[in-house]
């Protein structure tokens, strides 16, 4: 097998993250107890877990001209990913988004993209096109649906395979469903994909996965938590792939993770099937940790749930 060669066009944010026994009223002031600064956006978290498994990953995104962007680009690079089409704007903030989680758990965020909206389709085109090898292009939500059509659109002219994590859950352009092979929605967006298709949402997550792959012609992986992910490739029936059992402490990024690595075994030749079990290990071995990309499996680690 050759090493797979992956571009993601999408986001990057810093999630800042702050502890308090309780979030402030209006006008009030609180003294928190403690605060995290963690790398995440679904893009950025997807080309790491893929990097991670061994790919050779293009990030296509835009920070600001600040220290979270230069911290965002550090890091990226510090995974071993190509930034040389990642962009700078000094018309929006890097993208953040600051968490308040109080005491029992509950938490709050306002998610604020910035700069991942001053992405360019012409951008997204030409990192795909310039970058020598492109087995697949992954994208999200989190940048104008625009953009991401236009890195689509590049690697169909390529070749290559797409695949599009609906994320956040929204309503999609027919354009972009258009230049898309595969949608990986969780059940929520699954829910949310069929209304705006028009689908009906009764059924289980299994049914409802066929009934949107039928609609819009793309084959589609739904992710299940716990349960693992269904597969359907063919609009009939789908297939289901069971998650391993662990203890969960913590699933914030378990759907990006899946979706690196189903992306890196499509990629790597394997089936939609085997890239889903590849998917759900490594989802599944996330969540045994805290954090985002901080809970991901390491590359020493990655040697196991490869096979
Ligand atoms: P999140 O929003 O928390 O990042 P998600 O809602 O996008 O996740 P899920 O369907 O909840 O996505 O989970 C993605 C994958 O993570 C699953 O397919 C599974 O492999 C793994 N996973 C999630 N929760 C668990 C769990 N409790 N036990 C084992 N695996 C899990």
């Not at 296509?60 to 962007?69: N, R, S």
């Not at 890091?75 to 190509?82: A, C, H, K, Q, T």
Request: negative net charge; charged residues 20%; hydrophobic residues 40%.
């Amino acid at each position: 097998m050759t090493r797979p060669h992956i571009v993601v066009v999408g986001s990057t944010m810093i999630d800042m993250i702050t502890y308090a026994e309780r979030v402030p009223d209006a006008g009030e002031t609180l003294i928190g107890e403690r605060f995290v600064q963690g790398f995440g956006g679904k893009g950025a978290n997807q080309a790491v877990l893929a990097a991670r498994l061994g790919a050779a990953v293009t990030m296509a995104t835009c920070v600001g001209i600040d220290a979270l962007g230069d911290a965002t680009v550090e890091n990226l690079r510090r995974e071993g990913i190509d930034v040389d089409h990642v962009t700078r704007t000094d018309q929006a903030s890097s993208g953040v988004a600051p968490i308040w989680v109080e005491r029992d758990g509950t938490n709050r965020i306002i998610c604020v993209p910035g700069a991942n909206h001053e992405m360019t389709q012409q951008q997204a085109r030409t990192a795909v096109l310039a970058t020598p090898q492109v087995d697949g292009v992954v994208g999200q939500l989190e940048v104008p649906q625009a953009v991401t059509s236009a890195g689509f659109r590049a690697a169909k002219e390529r070749g290559a395979f797409t695949v599009l994590n609906p994320a956040p859950a929204g309503a999609l352009d027919p354009g972009l469903v258009e230049v898309t092979d595969w949608l990986v929605p969780n059940e929520a967006e699954l829910v949310e994909l069929a209304r705006s298709l028009g689908v009906s949402a009764d059924g289980t997550p299994e049914h409802l996965a066929v009934a949107i792959a039928r609609t819009t012609g793309t084959r589609v992986v739904v992710t299940l938590g716990s349960r693992g992910a269904a597969v359907c490739e063919d609009g009939e029936a789908s297939v289901h792939i069971a998650a391993p059992t662990v203890e969960a402490v913590d699933t914030t990024g378990a759907g990006d993770a899946f979706v690196g690595a189903f992306a890196y075994g499509l990629a790597e030749g394997r089936s939609a099937t085997e890239a889903s079990r590849l998917g759900c290990a490594c989802a599944s071995a996330s969540v045994t940790r805290h954090g985002t990309q901080t809970s991901y499996p390491t590359p020493e680690e990655v040697a196991s749930l490869i096979q």
